[in-house]
């Protein structure tokens, strides 16, 4: 007789049984001589798949240390965090574009045609809407608060950008008037996009923050909590230039 059928149904119940109990009942098994021995000549093995076969096998999930987090709500996030690392990256080029002065400057020509100008303006209002939306079901707390950073430098610049018909919304993304975004002249352009410090270059710093660390989330997948959050802090003093 083997040792499934010496150990019966009815003694595989109680162990599992016993399993669910207190942990002093819990330690008792394990100082079991017997238990001991099927462990070790691994017919306790044989009596979890027979058990399991019998009451269904749990979901498998991926552990680290205490913490188990199944494996495609990491790949989720994973790829969350790439998406906002690609739309943090066109942001951060977009707003640069505007920024940049000189010869290559946008806002170069005083009395010139805005239409380049606004047409560019209004590539970055979509980059950034983006960046926001992909960002909302971040759970990765330095990306959001690097985001959350944006939005506040945006918040600075609330009565410049209304006065060329751009507002910030509830929801933190941008909205354009166009109308009253094309009628505005290349001088008010240019105050609020154009320079060092101005709207677009503080925005470019942010972004290229936000896409930094969106970077490194995506590409780690060990340092996961149980809830899908990121855990940063071994990270924390190398971001901690960027601050």
Same mark, same amino acid.
Do not use: C, H, W
């Given at each position: 007789m083997n040792s499934m059928t010496s150990l019966g149904y009815d003694n595989m119940s109680m162990l599992f049984g016993?399993? /669910?109990s207190s942990s002093q009942s819990t330690?008792? *098994?394990?100082? /079991? *001589? =017997?238990t001991y021995k099927s462990i070790k000549n691994g017919s306790y093995g044989k009596l979890l798949? &027979?058990?399991?076969?019998?009451? =269904?096998?749990?979901?498998?999930?991926?552990?680290?240390g205490k913490t188990n987090v199944k494996k495609t709500e990491v790949e989720d996030q994973k790829k969350l965090m790439s998406s906002i690392k690609t739309k943090a990256n066109?942001?951060?080029s977009s707003a640069a574009e505007l920024a940049t002065t000189g010869s290559k400057s946008l806002f170069k020509d005083k009395d010139g045609d805005t239409k380049e100008a606004v047409s560019k303006i209004e590539d970055f209002v979509e980059d950034y809407n983006n960046t926001i939306t992909a960002a909302?079901? /971040?759970?990765?707390?330095?990306?959001?608060?690097?985001?959350?950073?944006?939005?506040?430098n945006t918040e600075n610049y609330k009565s410049k950008l209304s006065t060329i018909g751009i507002s910030l919304k509830e929801d933190n @993304?941008? /909205?354009i008037d166009k109308d009253k975004l094309g009628k505005a002249s290349m001088d008010d352009l240019k105050s609020v996009?154009? =320079?060092? =410090?101005?709207?677009?270059? @503080?925005? &470019?710093?942010?972004?290229a923050r936000v896409q930094a660390q969106a970077s490194l989330a995506s590409t780690t997948s060990s340092s996961y909590t149980a809830s899908g959050r990121y855990n940063t802090t071994n990270v924390q003093n190398y971001y901690s230039a960027f601050m």
């Open positions: 016993s399993l /669910s330690g008792s *098994i394990y100082d /079991s *001589i =017997g798949n &027979a058990y399991y076969d019998k009451v =269904g096998k749990p979901e498998r999930t991926e552990s680290k066109e942001l951060t909302k079901k /971040s759970t990765d707390n330095r990306t959001n608060s690097r985001v959350s950073a944006m939005v506040e @993304t941008l /909205s996009f154009n =320079g060092v =410090g101005s709207f677009a270059a @503080t925005t &470019a710093q942010r972004a």
